[in-house]
């Protein structure tokens, strides 16, 4: 599976933002999909996984509360909302697919080119 992740930019600290991740290629609903970050001089972090009917998810303890995954296999995406942003979430956000709904990149099979996400203070 291909995956393209997209929707990153410049925000003001207190704004939002929606990440999309569009996946082509073999069947969306058969992957978790999950939303990792990597700020610079930092190693990549979990931020939020969703299963593959879309009715579990999980998050960092960072994000509990201000992020929102949510998933159309429909429409092949996986998206994260992000609100209340802060200075320190500013990172490249990838999106990955994998066979759990986990917090462990090592589980996960496929992932996107990123897109990058910068909060202002």
């Known amino acids: 599976v291909q995956l393209q992740a997209s929707g990153g930019g410049l925000v003001q600290a207190g704004g939002s933002l929606r990440l999309s991740c569009a996946a082509s290629?073999?069947?969306?609903?058969?992957?978790?999909m999950a939303w990792f970050r990597q700020a610079p001089g930092k190693e990549r972090e979990f931020v939020a996984a969703?299963?593959?009917?879309?009715?579990?998810?999980y998050y960092a303890d960072s994000v509990k509360g201000r992020f929102i995954i949510s998933r159309d296999n429909a429409k092949n995406t996986v998206y994260l909302q992000m609100n209340s942003l802060k200075p320190e979430d500013t990172a490249v956000y990838y999106c990955?697919?994998?066979?759990?709904?986990?917090?462990?990149?090592?589980?996960?099979?496929?992932w996107g080119q990123g897109t990058q996400v910068t909060v202002s203070s």
């Open positions: 290629g073999r069947t969306f609903s058969s992957y978790a």
């Open positions: 969703v299963s593959r009917s879309g009715d579990i998810t």
């Open positions: 990955a697919a994998g066979s759990h709904p986990t917090g462990r990149g090592a589980s996960y099979l496929y």
